[in-house]
T-cell receptor, first 111, second 114 residues
Framework: GENVEQHPSTLSVQEGDSAVIKCTYSDSASNYFPWYKQELGKRPQLIIDIRSNVGEKKDQRIAVTLNKTAKHFSLHITETQPEDSAVYFCAADTGRRALTFGSGTRLQVQP | NAGVTQTPKFQVLKTGQSMTLQCAQDMNHNSMYWYRQDPGMGLRLIYYSASEGTTDKGEVPNGYNVSRLNKREFSLRLESAAPSQTSVYFC?????????????FGPGTRLLVL
């Protein structure tokens, strides 16, 4: 089955700096890669996703890049703000519509 | 439009007891999912239902059973609870169509097995 590894497990940045979270996947059949944000005690919520026919996608301060050859994808957050503090999860889907999640990155933005 | 709802919000069980976690969605989604979330391990898929009338095992199905009661409802049953099943359980749903894979999560059920 699919295996998704996520790094780093914790990340602390100063407000205004950029944050990068990286994930690798094992199954070359994976074709959909969402990123979820989970605040403490809340449900995961989708923040951005990318499909395998696209190399990069951007939504305001958030961007995701995908390298199919190397089987890795990354989340980039620019101009970080305290409200960006949360746990971020990457995931991969082989088309069976069953997501495999990474273990999460706890991002802390210091004011 | 409530989205995905789950009951109960919190439950304490003794080892060996049984219970059913309920999930319902009002978005006319075809696919529904059950995940468990343990500290430091992300979300792991227990079972999913790609469409009404079908269910499939996920990564960690042992000790659980599911029922897709109708298009709206997908329940998760623990027949004989064990302390290892202490976790937060999330239900999710998606349209289940190409280019519409986004999964929407419910608020979660916190389960403690003593």
């Amino acid at each position: 089955g699919e295996n998704v590894e996520q790094h780093p497990s914790t990340l602390s940045v100063q407000e205004g700096d950029s944050a990068v979270i990286k994930c690798t996947y094992s199954d070359s059949a994976s074709n959909y890669f969402p990123w979820y944000k989970q605040e403490l005690g809340k449900r995961p919520q989708l923040i951005i996703d990318i499909r395998s026919n696209v190399g990069e996608k951007k939504d305001q301060r958030i961007a995701v890049t995908l390298n199919k050859t190397a089987k890795h994808f990354s989340l980039h957050i620019t101009e970080t703000q305290p409200e960006d503090s949360a746990v971020y999860f990457c995931a991969a889907d082989t088309g069976r519509r069953a997501l495999t999640f990474g273990s999460g990155t706890r991002l802390q933005v210091q004011p | 439009n409530a989205g995905v709802t789950q009951t109960p919000k919190f439950q304490v069980l003794k080892t060996g007891q049984s219970m059913t976690l309920q999930c319902a969605q009002d978005m006319n989604h075809n696919s529904m999912y059950w995940y468990r979330q343990d500290p430091g391990m992300g979300l792991r898929l227990i079972y999913y239902s790609a469409s009404e009338g079908t269910t499939d095992k996920g990564e960690v199905p042992n000790g659980y059973n599911v029922s897709r009661l109708n298009k709206r409802e997908f329940s998760l049953r623990l027949e004989s609870a064990a302390p290892s099943q202490t976790s937060v359980y999330f239900c999710a749903s998606s349209a289940g169509l190409a280019e519409q894979e986004t999964q929407y999560f419910g608020p979660g059920t916190r389960l403690l097995v003593l």
